[in-house]
C-alpha cells in the first residue's frame, strides 16, 4: 500500500465517523440531561442544554475534521507549486 492510497483509507475512517460522532453526542447529551432533570426535579432544563450542547459539539468535530483535510491539501498545493514548469513539447504535426 503506498502513502497516497494509506492517505485516502484514512480520509475516508474520517468521514465514516462523521455520523457516529453527531449521533454519539446529540443522543448522549439527551440522555445525560434527561437523567440530570430526574435527579434534580427540574423539567426539561437540562435536556434542552445538554442537547444543544451535544449539536455544538457535532458541528465542532465536523469542523475539525473539515480543517485537517483542508491542512493535508495545503501541504501537496504548496509542494506542487514549488515545482518548475515544464514546458509542453510541440505537437506532432499529421
Same mark, same amino acid.
Given at each position: 500500500?503506498?502513502?497516497?492510497?494509506?492517505?485516502?483509507?484514512? +480520509?475516508?475512517?474520517? @468521514?465514516?465517523?462523521?455520523?457516529?460522532?453527531?449521533?454519539?453526542?446529540?443522543?448522549?447529551?439527551?440522555?445525560?440531561?434527561?437523567?440530570?432533570?430526574?435527579?434534580?426535579?427540574?423539567?426539561?432544563?437540562?435536556?434542552? #442544554?445538554?442537547?444543544?450542547?451535544?449539536?455544538?459539539?457535532?458541528?465542532?468535530? #465536523?469542523?475539525?475534521?473539515?480543517?485537517?483535510?483542508? +491542512?493535508?491539501? &495545503?501541504?501537496?498545493?504548496?509542494?506542487?507549486?514549488?515545482?518548475?514548469?515544464? &514546458?509542453?513539447?510541440?505537437? @506532432?504535426? @499529421?
Amino acid at each position: 500500500m503506498d502513502k497516497e492510497d494509506r492517505k485516502a483509507y484514512v +480520509q475516508m475512517a474520517y @468521514a465514516s465517523s462523521i455520523g457516529f460522532a453527531f449521533v454519539l453526542l446529540i443522543f448522549g447529551g439527551l440522555f445525560v440531561g434527561s437523567w440530570l432533570d430526574k435527579k434534580m426535579g427540574t423539567s426539561f432544563f437540562f435536556t434542552v #442544554l445538554f442537547f444543544i450542547m451535544g449539536v455544538f459539539g457535532g458541528f465542532r468535530n #465536523l469542523y475539525v475534521l473539515i480543517s485537517r483535510s483542508i +491542512q493535508d491539501d &495545503k501541504t501537496i498545493i504548496k509542494s506542487v507549486k514549488s515545482e518548475p514548469h515544464r &514546458k509542453r513539447p510541440a505537437p @506532432a504535426k @499529421a
